[in-house]
T-cell receptor, first 114, second 114 residues
Framework: AQSVSQHNHHVILSEAASLELGCNYS??????LFWYVQYPGQHLQLLLK??????LVKGIKGFEAEFIKSKFSFNLRKPSVQWSDTAEYFC????????????FGGGTRVLVKP | EADIYQTPRYLVIGTGKKITLECSQT?????MYWYQQDPGMELHLIHY???????EKGDLSSESTVSRIRTEHFPLTLESARPSHTSQYLC?????????????FGQGTRLTVV
């Protein structure tokens, strides 16, 4: 079965610091990868997605993620965070072999101090 | 405006009661999902559907049941609620296909069984 691992459960950083959140998945075949964000009190929203092409994907709000197939990773990055980036971030994967189910990682709670 | 709706947003109910959590989407999506999420924890897929009259159990075993009689409607039912069912339930929908189709989430139903 496919699985997704997010290694950092909590991250605390100051405004203007750089952010990188790790995500690893278990399936070795063709994957579709996503990062979702959940701001306090709001529903999950898509930040960015990857299914083919350029492994460096740019999303909304200055976020980007890099797909490294050899490492089974899809890490999320932002060069300079803002207080408004305080949220929970979820990595997710879809694989055809797993029935195209959207499987999520455990999430990383990010707190940006003003 | 196309969207996905969940009702109720909050529900406190006594043990042994039957409850139905509603989920409706106006986007014409074929694929729909139910996730269970405890506070600060990962999302667990408990049910999904590829279309009308199609329902499958997800990765996390759940005592709930679902039905998909209409494309836009995917209700979740608990025949006899227990305190262990206390959690947040998230509904989502997405277009079918092998590409990285985005899943849209409702705002969730926070269920408390007392």
């Amino acid at each position: 079965a496919q699985s997704v691992s997010q290694h950092n459960h909590h991250v605390i950083l100051s405004e203007a610091a750089s952010l990188e959140l790790g995500c690893n998945y278990s399936y070795g075949g063709t994957v579709n990868l996503f990062w979702y964000v959940q701001y306090p009190g709001q529903h999950l929203q898509l930040l960015l997605k990857y299914f083919s092409g350029d492994p460096l994907v740019k999303g909304i709000k200055g976020f980007e993620a890099e797909f490294i197939k050899s490492k089974f990773s899809f890490n999320l990055r932002k060069p300079s965070v803002q207080w408004s980036d305080t949220a929970e971030y979820f990595c997710a994967v879809i694989t055809k072999a797993a029935g195209n189910k959207l499987t999520f990682g455990g999430g990383t709670r990010v707190l940006v101090k003003p | 405006e196309a969207d996905i709706y969940q009702t109720p947003r909050y529900l406190v109910i006594g043990t042994g009661k039957k409850i139905t959590l509603e989920c409706s989407q106006t986007m014409g999506h074929d694929k729909m999902y139910w996730y269970q999420q405890d506070p600060g924890m990962e999302l667990h897929l408990i049910h999904y559907s590829y279309g009308v009259n199609s329902t499958e159990k997800g990765d996390l075993s759940s005592e709930s049941t679902v039905s998909r009689i209409r494309t836009e409607h995917f209700p979740l039912t608990l025949e006899s609620a227990r305190p262990s069912h206390t959690s947040q339930y998230l509904c989502a929908s997405s277009e079918p296909g092998q590409g990285a189709t985005e899943a849209f989430f409702g705002q969730g139903t926070r269920l408390t069984v007392v």
